[in-house]
């Protein structure tokens, strides 16, 4: 006795058998390689340059530049914000959280928050100052 199916075409259950299991792998797979591709892009690393350094300038430079530069911090360059004085550090690569520059820009652990009457700096803006400084404050 033939086993006929509603098409009538003898052995498609078997071909079905082994057809719909493999289209349903197919699909799986398709679909893992569309999660993979929807995952979102990593934090794109800081810049001193392009991130950090415009900040100070519009923020700070006005009394912490040159030679007077205000408490002898001094940011109108990589080479003078990192250069070595007396206390604590102004930026302490890997650690924001021990930073003068962000400890006076939250005014945290008895510092003063800057900048002084001008309006204090959005949080945003001192979290960029602050991954770039835990990202190592390289000169970038």
Not at 41 to 51: G, L, R, T, V, Y
Not at 52 to 75: E, F, N, T
Request: proline share 6%; with cysteine.
């Amino acid at each position: 006795m033939k086993v006929m199916l509603s098409c009538g075409i003898p052995g498609v259950l078997h071909m079905q058998k082994l057809v719909l299991p493999l289209l349903g792998l197919a699909v799986l797979a398709s679909g893992i390689g569309s999660m993979a591709q929807a995952a979102p892009p990593a934090e794109s690393k800081k810049s001193f340059k392009k991130d950090v350094a415009p900040v100070l300038q519009r923020a700070c430079a006005s009394c912490h530049a040159g030679k007077s530069a205000s408490a002898g911090i001094d940011v109108s360059s990589y080479k003078a914000l990192m250069a070595k004085r007396t206390g604590e550090p102004v930026v302490a690569p890997g650690k924001s959280k021990q930073s003068l520059l962000t400890l006076s820009m939250r005014g945290e652990d008895g510092v003063a928050k800057m900048p002084p009457g001008r309006g204090h700096m959005r949080e945003g803006t001192i979290k960029v100052v602050e991954a770039w400084i835990n990202e190592g404050a390289k000169n970038n």
